[in-house]
């Protein structure tokens, strides 16, 4: 399985958005909307981060394109982009520095630092310029992918992290401890999870199959994503010491994914049910699976982020039109 980035990964799944799918009976939920920037009824918003002030971001479409957003006290503004049309906000730290990809004035995907109002450039490594900057630190400290490998980027310098012999590698995590997580395929082509930390990369275990890819990692190592079980399922999996546990799935669904970790351990991430094939926002907390519902009527949702307070958000259906919208769920 190659790589697929968050905002493709969202794509994928919206494909199966239809108000034919039956949803399961699910807790109900304490979604609030967070709006949009375009039109309330069509765009697609997505929330791909939380802080622990509650200072959200993701990205929201626009009259002119999809624009990353930055939300808090109930107002969503727009960051803008690098020169583009296009914009994305994946992650902020409690300083409320926010990292994202956008387009530039030529059309080229670059990662971005936003701060104090103002959105740089981070530049890119070698020449294939389809990048983006996936999660940060609260030292500023920022990685993600560029040139097809994963990237660390500390006080404007932006370092090549390798691959394990493949051909690609991206970072989708990074704690203040900068220990780094992510994949990169091996010499074989087969996706490996890894760990970046003082210089060394360490493979992680899996569930057995082939691929497994570490979405998230918090300040006490532990690190979450998901992995391929012998069946060729993916189910959400924490790593812990050295060790992987299948986290399973909501009622005996076939997939399920997580997607972030807080400081107390508890997980955000989605998974299907043994009655629909469509995610629903799903929280594990000391072997707990709790799905978090959906908005009123609405047949799907996705929790990508959760701060240490339990705030998760993600996006959710809603109707009449079935469109995806930002929430964020307060416990």
């Known amino acids: 399985m190659r790589f697929i980035n968050k905002f493709f990964i969202l794509l994928l799944t919206l494909l199966l958005l239809s108000p034919f799918l039956a949803s399961p009976a699910l807790a109900s939920s304490s979604f609030t909307d967070l709006g949009t920037l375009g039109d309330p009824l069509s765009s697609l918003t997505v929330a791909y981060g939380i802080n622990n002030r509650g200072q959200v971001v993701g990205g929201s479409g626009t ?5 990353a957003f930055l939300w808090q006290n109930g107002v969503m503004t727009d960051l803008g982009t690098l020169g583009g049309a296009y914009s994305q906000a994946y992650a902020i730290n409690d300083k409320g520095a926010i990292v994202g990809a956008s387009n530039t004035s030529n059309g080229e995907l670059h990662p971005f630092l936003w701060k104090n109002g103002i959105m740089s450039d981070l530049g890119v490594l070698g020449t294939t310029h389809s990048s983006a900057a996936l ?5 500023d400290e920022i990685v993600g992918y560029s040139n097809g490998h994963a990237f660390f980027w500390k006080n404007g310098t932006m370092t090549d992290l390798g691959t394990l012999g493949g051909s690609y590698s991206t970072a989708d995590g990074i704690n203040d401890k900068e220990q780094i997580v992510g994949w990169s395929d091996d010499i074989n082509g087969i996706a490996q999870p ?3 930390e003082n210089d060394q990369t360490i493979i ?7 691929f497994a890819a570490p979405n998230g990692i918090n300040n006490k190592g532990d690190v979450v994503g998901y992995a391929t079980t012998l069946n060729g399922e993916q189910h959400a999996a924490l790593w812990h010491n050295g060790t992987i546990q299948d986290l399973g799935t909501l009622n005996g669904g076939t997939h399920s994914i997580g997607t972030a970790i807080n400081n107390q351990g ?6 299907s049910t043994n009655t629909s094939t469509s995610n629903y926002a799903t929280t594990w907390n000391n072997g707990t699976i709790t799905p978090l519902g959906t908005f009123p009527g609405g047949n ?8 240490d307070k339990g705030q998760v958000v993600g996006y959710g259906s809603e109707l009449p039109t079935f469109s995806a ?7």
């Open 300 to 307: 799907r949702s996705e929790a990508y982020a959760l701060n």
């Open 204 to 210: 992680l275990p899996t569930l057995g199959a082939n």
């Open 325 to 331: 919208h930002a929430f964020i769920y307060n416990p």
């Open 266 to 271: 508890v997980i955000a991430g989605y998974s």
């Open 194 to 196: 890894v760990e970046w």
């Open 63 to 67: 009259i002119n394109g999809t624009h």
């Open 135 to 139: 999660a940060i630190n609260n030292k």
